[in-house]
């Protein structure tokens, strides 16, 4: 599967090379308390270095933690991370559904398929 010249299964530069799965996730630090997991080729920090830290260890630090999660469509949940898989799927417990900023829906409990996610922030 590719997206296109710079998805997730491709480098900037590399289109028609393919990257193996294990390297399609990357970690970005917006600060140092904040971090986004995204799938797409890893981007420069800063100081021009890749982030090397590893998404799944990450995810699994956050588990039990206030999350938000935003989909491809622009839709926004928010919740208690559960769980979260190598394709990314996410388990969210107390979810709040946002659509265009404002609260749509109440969820006890909610999945989402790991191929609607843009990313996973850990809140604050």
């Given at each position: 599967?590719?997206?296109?010249?710079h998805g997730p299964?491709?480098?900037?530069g590399?289109?028609?090379?393919?990257?193996?799965?294990?390297?399609?996730?990357?970690l970005?630090?917006n600060d140092?308390s904040?971090f986004?997991?995204?799938?797409s080729?890893a981007?420069?920090t800063?100081?021009?270095?890749n982030?090397?830290?590893?998404?799944s260890?990450?995810?699994?630090e956050i588990i039990?933690?206030?999350?938000t999660?935003?989909?491809n469509?622009?839709?926004?949940y928010?919740g208690e991370?559960?769980?979260?898989?190598g394709?990314?799927n996410?388990?969210?417990?107390?979810?709040?559904?946002?659509?265009?900023?404002?609260?749509?829906?109440?969820y006890?409990?909610?999945?989402?398929?790991?191929n609607n996610?843009?990313?996973?922030?850990a809140?604050?």
């Open positions: 599967m590719r997206w296109g010249a299964f491709q480098r900037e590399h289109a028609d090379e393919e990257l193996p799965a294990w390297k399609c996730g990357f970005s630090a140092t904040k986004i997991v995204t799938m080729a981007a420069p800063q100081n021009g270095a982030d090397a830290r590893d998404p260890g990450f995810l699994s039990g933690a206030p999350v999660v935003k989909l469509s622009g839709v926004v928010r991370l559960q769980s979260v898989d394709y990314m996410i388990a969210l417990e107390q979810t709040k559904e946002f659509v265009n900023g404002k609260l749509r829906r109440n006890g409990d909610a999945f989402v398929r790991g996610v843009t990313y996973i922030s809140d604050s």
